[in-house]
């Protein structure tokens, strides 16, 4: 919940709020740095991640879930290491964590990630992810759980991308139904403009892809620090609704890419040395815990658009004994 996450670091901090931890939660005794580590390896990290993932998912409203993967690539080069892959299903909008599924380096992801569809009701819900997952069976396996889809779609799908990609570059941008936002942060100048084509011609064309209502253009203009960038990106979806209401999911997908770089940045869980594949499942969900918790309390207590950065919030929690407690007693 501070940002504290390598084992010694762990215990020192124990020791020296030793006073607070009884007051709040009862903790009278710090275990040893060898013990603690003990305890992580031996604990199933599949069993903490699952109970973990039912108190963060436990009476939440549920609109946009993003699925996606990460690898923990463990920079810290020790053999002994075990290599670990975790496919999450997040709530967009708070963080929370629905559901995730560690896999071995040797295992295929996409046929994968569609497993914690099985572990909540996604009717009526809208799946994201990225064009990994851009895969019929993946559409099949949503439509047929009363789910709804907006896929990105790469060269991984080398027809069908390069279809639609003619099919926006050779017609009118004036003759698509389009929405743009601007947004200055930070210095940070972003522009991004969707188009939306219902061509019954390319649909018919891909009927295959169950319940396929819409396809999605976005140009994304970025200048920050005199630096420019521009990129285009291609959508699929079963829904079809207005360009404007495009932008905001695809938006609200991208906040899983934040959540990444949280854990690299703010906990450095590349850099971790948690050995075992027990221990690491196990500290990479109470991560996902710690973030979803102060993003909820930031969002629902501070009512300003800039908000203070989730890093920076942990730290205060190390500063002042008043925030913990509230974060974690926040509903």
């Known amino acids: ?58 009476n939440l409203p549920v609109e946009i879930i993003a699925i996606d993967g990460k690898a923990i690539r463990q920079r810290y080069q020790d053999e002994r290491a075990e290599k670990v892959h975790i496919i999450s299903a997040f709530l967009t909008k708070t963080g929370v964590l629905l559901g995730q599924k560690c896999i071995s380096e040797k295992e295929n992801e996409i046929p994968i990630v569609r497993e914690p569809l099985d572990l909540f009701n996604i009717s009526g819900k809208i799946i994201t992810a990225d064009a990994m997952h851009c895969q019929r069976e993946t559409v099949e396996k949503i439509v047929k759980s009363s ?93 079809d609704v207005s360009p404007e209401k495009m932008l905001e999911i695809i938006r609200d997908h991208w906040t ?35 973030i979803a918790a102060h993003k909820n309390y930031l969002n629902d207590t501070i009512k300003t658009k800039t908000k203070p950065s989730i890093k920076s919030h942990m730290f205060k929690t190390l500063l002042s004994d008043k925030i913990l407690p509230n974060i974690l007693a926040f509903p």
């Open 256 to 290: 899983i890419e934040a959540m990444h770089n949280i854990l690299d940045v703010s906990f450095n869980e590349d850099d971790g040395r948690v050995l075992s594949k027990n221990g690491q499942i196990s500290l990479n969900v109470f991560r996902k815990l710690a």
């Open 1 to 58: 919940m501070s940002g504290i996450d390598h084992l010694d670091e762990i215990i020192e901090y124990g020791n020296e709020r030793l006073d607070f931890l009884e007051f709040h939660f009862g903790i009278d005794k710090i275990p040893s740095k060898s013990t603690l580590s003990r305890v992580l390896n031996a604990v199933d990290g599949e069993a903490v991640a699952g109970s973990v993932v039912e108190i963060m998912r436990d």
């Open 147 to 239: 789910g709804e889809y907006v896929l990105s779609l790469k060269k991984n799908q080398p027809s069908f991308y390069a279809d639609v990609e003619e099919h926006f570059e050779e017609n009118d941008e004036s003759t698509f139904e389009s929405a743009e936002t601007k947004e200055i942060n930070k210095g940070r100048y972003e522009h991004r403009q969707c188009f939306k084509s219902i061509d019954s011609a390319l649909l018919n064309r891909y009927s295959e892809w169950l319940n396929l209502q819409a396809f999605y253009k976005l140009e994304r203009f970025t200048l920050e620090k005199g630096k420019p960038q521009f990129e285009v990106s291609y959508f699929i979806s079963s829904l």
